[in-house]
Protein backbone atom coordinates (compact mmCIF):
# COMPACT_ATOMS: atom_id res chain seq x y z
CA UNK A 1 0.00 0.00 0.00
CA UNK A 2 1.31 3.87 -1.15
CA UNK A 3 1.88 5.33 1.69
CA UNK A 4 4.43 7.89 4.01
CA UNK A 5 6.39 6.83 7.10
CA UNK A 6 7.95 8.84 9.96
CA UNK A 7 9.93 7.62 12.78
CA UNK A 8 9.71 7.85 15.49
CA UNK A 9 6.40 8.89 16.58
CA UNK A 10 7.38 10.98 20.26
CA UNK A 11 10.41 11.43 20.97
CA UNK A 12 11.80 12.98 24.46
CA UNK A 13 15.53 14.03 24.05
CA UNK A 14 18.17 16.40 25.96
CA UNK A 15 19.30 19.59 25.14
CA UNK A 16 22.67 19.34 22.78
CA UNK A 17 21.28 16.39 21.39
CA UNK A 18 21.75 15.07 17.68
CA UNK A 19 18.70 13.18 16.55
CA UNK A 20 17.37 12.56 13.00
CA UNK A 21 13.65 12.40 12.26
CA UNK A 22 12.96 9.90 8.95
CA UNK A 23 10.34 10.38 6.38
CA UNK A 24 10.02 7.51 3.97
CA UNK A 25 7.35 7.47 1.02
CA UNK A 26 6.43 4.59 -1.36
CA UNK A 27 4.83 6.95 -3.77
CA UNK A 28 7.57 7.68 -5.97
CA UNK A 29 7.18 10.84 -5.45
CA UNK A 30 9.30 13.83 -6.66
CA UNK A 31 8.39 15.98 -4.37
CA UNK A 32 8.82 16.34 -0.40
CA UNK A 33 8.46 18.58 2.51
CA UNK A 34 8.98 19.31 6.16
CA UNK A 35 6.18 20.99 8.26
CA UNK A 36 6.60 22.20 11.45
CA UNK A 37 3.39 22.82 13.79
CA UNK A 38 2.86 24.04 17.52
CA UNK A 39 -0.53 22.43 18.48
CA UNK A 40 -3.34 23.90 17.41
CA UNK A 41 -1.46 26.07 15.31
CA UNK A 42 -0.61 26.43 10.92
CA UNK A 43 2.00 24.91 9.35
CA UNK A 44 5.39 26.14 8.43
CA UNK A 45 7.45 25.12 5.66
CA UNK A 46 10.92 24.60 6.73
CA UNK A 47 12.76 22.41 4.13
CA UNK A 48 11.29 20.93 0.87
CA UNK A 49 13.26 19.07 -2.11
CA UNK A 50 11.65 18.80 -5.74
CA UNK A 51 13.77 15.30 -5.91
CA UNK A 52 17.03 13.75 -5.76
CA UNK A 53 20.00 16.12 -5.15
CA UNK A 54 17.66 19.01 -4.43
CA UNK A 55 17.19 20.37 -1.40
CA UNK A 56 15.76 24.27 -0.16
CA UNK A 57 15.06 26.16 3.00
CA UNK A 58 11.62 26.94 3.75
CA UNK A 59 9.72 30.05 4.64
CA UNK A 60 10.15 29.41 8.65
CA UNK A 61 14.11 29.85 9.39
CA UNK A 62 15.41 26.24 10.96
CA UNK A 63 18.34 25.45 12.45
CA UNK A 64 17.64 21.90 10.83
CA UNK A 65 19.25 20.30 7.88
CA UNK A 66 17.80 17.71 5.27
CA UNK A 67 19.16 15.57 2.53
CA UNK A 68 17.73 13.75 -0.40
CA UNK A 69 19.43 10.72 -1.54
CA UNK A 70 16.71 8.31 -2.60
CA UNK A 71 13.59 9.65 -3.68
CA UNK A 72 11.81 7.42 -1.21
CA UNK A 73 14.11 8.82 1.80
CA UNK A 74 13.84 12.52 3.53
CA UNK A 75 15.33 12.92 6.64
CA UNK A 76 15.61 16.22 8.49
CA UNK A 77 18.74 16.39 11.23
CA UNK A 78 18.89 19.10 14.32
CA UNK A 79 22.81 18.75 15.39
CA UNK A 80 22.04 20.43 18.59
CA UNK A 81 18.91 19.89 20.09
CA UNK A 82 17.10 23.34 22.00
CA UNK A 83 13.87 23.19 23.90
CA UNK A 84 12.96 26.14 20.87
CA UNK A 85 12.76 22.89 18.70
CA UNK A 86 9.90 21.29 20.70
CA UNK A 87 7.40 21.12 18.11
CA UNK A 88 5.26 18.52 15.82
CA UNK A 89 7.30 17.84 12.95
CA UNK A 90 4.85 16.80 9.58
CA UNK A 91 6.66 15.15 6.47
CA UNK A 92 4.77 15.27 3.45
CA UNK A 93 5.55 14.40 -0.25
CA UNK A 94 3.47 15.02 -3.46
CA UNK A 95 2.79 14.44 -7.23
CA UNK A 96 3.79 17.71 -8.47
CA UNK A 97 2.05 20.76 -9.15
CA UNK A 98 -1.75 20.69 -8.61
CA UNK A 99 -2.18 17.73 -6.77
CA UNK A 100 -2.56 17.23 -2.98
CA UNK A 101 -0.08 16.49 -0.29
CA UNK A 102 -0.31 13.24 1.51
CA UNK A 103 1.16 13.86 4.97
CA UNK A 104 2.85 10.96 7.37
CA UNK A 105 1.15 11.17 11.02
CA UNK A 106 4.39 13.02 12.54
CA UNK A 107 7.27 13.02 14.85
CA UNK A 108 6.38 14.93 17.91
CA UNK A 109 9.66 15.99 19.94
CA UNK A 110 10.44 17.43 23.03
CA UNK A 111 13.63 18.51 23.80
CA UNK A 112 14.35 18.93 27.80
CA UNK B 1 2.39 35.44 2.13
CA UNK B 2 -0.13 33.61 3.96
CA UNK B 3 -3.83 33.45 3.43
CA UNK B 4 -6.52 34.64 5.58
CA UNK B 5 -8.96 32.13 6.79
CA UNK B 6 -12.56 33.17 8.24
CA UNK B 7 -13.85 32.17 10.51
CA UNK B 8 -11.55 31.55 13.07
CA UNK B 9 -13.97 28.83 14.58
CA UNK B 10 -17.62 26.95 14.23
CA UNK B 11 -20.00 25.25 15.97
CA UNK B 12 -22.62 22.98 14.10
CA UNK B 13 -25.60 20.87 14.88
CA UNK B 14 -25.35 17.54 12.69
CA UNK B 15 -27.12 18.22 9.81
CA UNK B 16 -26.02 21.85 9.48
CA UNK B 17 -24.06 23.45 6.54
CA UNK B 18 -20.78 25.48 7.03
CA UNK B 19 -18.53 28.01 4.85
CA UNK B 20 -15.01 27.91 5.34
CA UNK B 21 -13.69 31.15 3.77
CA UNK B 22 -9.89 31.41 2.16
CA UNK B 23 -7.93 34.58 0.72
CA UNK B 24 -5.21 35.38 -0.47
CA UNK B 25 -2.96 38.78 -1.72
CA UNK B 26 -0.96 37.16 -4.39
CA UNK B 27 -2.58 35.56 -7.78
CA UNK B 28 -2.72 32.04 -6.67
CA UNK B 29 -2.04 28.40 -9.40
CA UNK B 30 -4.43 26.88 -6.88
CA UNK B 31 -5.92 26.33 -3.70
CA UNK B 32 -6.05 22.93 -0.87
CA UNK B 33 -8.05 22.14 1.69
CA UNK B 34 -7.43 20.05 4.25
CA UNK B 35 -8.71 18.54 7.52
CA UNK B 36 -6.25 17.94 10.72
CA UNK B 37 -8.28 15.68 13.68
CA UNK B 38 -6.90 16.67 17.00
CA UNK B 39 -3.66 14.61 17.38
CA UNK B 40 -3.65 13.03 13.77
CA UNK B 41 -1.82 14.31 10.01
CA UNK B 42 -3.54 16.76 8.23
CA UNK B 43 -5.36 15.05 5.09
CA UNK B 44 -6.43 16.30 1.77
CA UNK B 45 -9.65 17.34 0.76
CA UNK B 46 -9.71 18.92 -2.23
CA UNK B 47 -7.56 21.26 -5.06
CA UNK B 48 -8.97 23.86 -7.00
CA UNK B 49 -6.92 24.55 -10.20
CA UNK B 50 -6.56 28.32 -11.52
CA UNK B 51 -9.04 27.62 -14.72
CA UNK B 52 -12.14 26.23 -12.67
CA UNK B 53 -10.78 22.45 -12.19
CA UNK B 54 -11.43 20.78 -8.93
CA UNK B 55 -10.59 17.52 -7.45
CA UNK B 56 -11.80 16.08 -4.54
CA UNK B 57 -14.44 14.52 -2.67
CA UNK B 58 -18.52 13.70 -3.29
CA UNK B 59 -19.70 15.29 -0.14
CA UNK B 60 -17.49 18.63 -0.17
CA UNK B 61 -17.60 21.11 -2.55
CA UNK B 62 -15.30 24.15 -2.87
CA UNK B 63 -15.26 27.13 -5.08
CA UNK B 64 -12.41 29.86 -6.53
CA UNK B 65 -12.60 33.10 -7.54
CA UNK B 66 -9.66 33.79 -9.43
CA UNK B 67 -10.75 37.42 -9.70
CA UNK B 68 -10.66 37.83 -5.96
CA UNK B 69 -7.82 35.26 -5.10
CA UNK B 70 -10.77 33.29 -2.83
CA UNK B 71 -11.47 30.29 -1.91
CA UNK B 72 -14.84 28.78 0.10
CA UNK B 73 -15.37 25.43 1.19
CA UNK B 74 -18.71 24.01 2.11
CA UNK B 75 -19.45 21.17 4.32
CA UNK B 76 -23.49 20.14 3.77
CA UNK B 77 -25.40 18.16 5.80
CA UNK B 78 -22.42 18.08 8.19
CA UNK B 79 -21.91 15.16 10.08
CA UNK B 80 -19.72 14.23 13.57
CA UNK B 81 -16.72 13.41 11.01
CA UNK B 82 -16.17 16.44 9.79
CA UNK B 83 -15.65 17.98 13.17
CA UNK B 84 -11.59 18.91 13.26
CA UNK B 85 -9.85 22.11 12.14
CA UNK B 86 -9.49 23.21 8.24
CA UNK B 87 -6.70 24.58 6.59
CA UNK B 88 -6.39 26.26 3.55
CA UNK B 89 -3.00 25.93 1.25
CA UNK B 90 -2.33 28.26 -1.51
CA UNK B 91 0.23 27.99 -4.41
CA UNK B 92 1.27 31.05 -6.22
CA UNK B 93 0.78 31.57 -9.62
CA UNK B 94 4.02 30.63 -11.31
CA UNK B 95 3.04 26.68 -10.66
CA UNK B 96 6.65 25.44 -8.84
CA UNK B 97 5.96 27.23 -5.63
CA UNK B 98 5.29 25.56 -2.48
CA UNK B 99 2.18 25.47 -0.59
CA UNK B 100 1.58 28.59 2.41
CA UNK B 101 -1.00 27.55 4.77
CA UNK B 102 -3.62 29.48 6.88
CA UNK B 103 -3.66 29.70 10.25
CA UNK B 104 -7.09 27.08 10.25
CA UNK B 105 -10.63 27.16 11.13
CA UNK B 106 -12.13 24.95 14.08
CA UNK B 107 -15.06 23.01 13.51
CA UNK B 108 -16.74 21.43 15.87
CA UNK B 109 -19.98 19.42 15.23
CA UNK B 110 -21.99 18.50 17.90
CA UNK B 111 -25.30 15.72 17.89
Known amino acids: EADIYQTPRYLVIGTGKKITLECSQT?????MYWYQQDPGMELHLIHY???????EKGDLSSESTVSRIRTEHFPLTLESARPSHTSQYLC???????????FGSGTRLTVV | QQPVQSPQAVILREGEDAVINCSSSKALYSVHWYRQKHGEAPVFLMILLKGGEQKGHEKISASFNEKKQQSSLYLTASQLSYSGTYFCGTEGSSGYSTLTFGKGTMLLVSP
Open chain 1, 49 to 55: SYGVNST
Open chain 1, 27 to 31: MGHDK
Open chain 1, 92 to 102: ASSDGTGYGYT
